[in-house]
């Protein structure tokens, strides 16, 4: 009996690469280096706990400048943030 779910033959996942966006003339914040490390892990997709835990300081702090950078980046989720951080360099790929 077929169960209705589809099943894609491929076994890996392609890794997600974005292209830095050209027409922002904008330049590079100077961010502190910790919000440059949320940052990258923002865009992997850390949670709030994982990024606190991975930088060494509470989630409180996290959540603060997440908010920060995701008004400044006008960003709607955390992993947006992240990506559109990279679309405009500023955080390495």
Partial sequence: MASGVAHRGDTEATPFKVEKDSDDQG???EFPEEWKALL??????????Q???RLGVS????????AELMAQ???RSRFEAGVLA???GW???
């Fill in 73 to 75: 980046l006008g960003a």
């Fill in 86 to 88: 990279a679309l405009k």
């Fill in 27 to 29: 330049g590079v914040p």
């Fill in 51 to 53: 990024a606190a835990r």
């Fill in 91 to 93: 955080v390495d790929q």
């Fill in 40 to 49: 990258r892990l923002l865009k992997e997709g850390c949670t709030d706990e």
């Fill in 59 to 66: 989630t409180r702090t996290v959540g603060r400048i997440t």
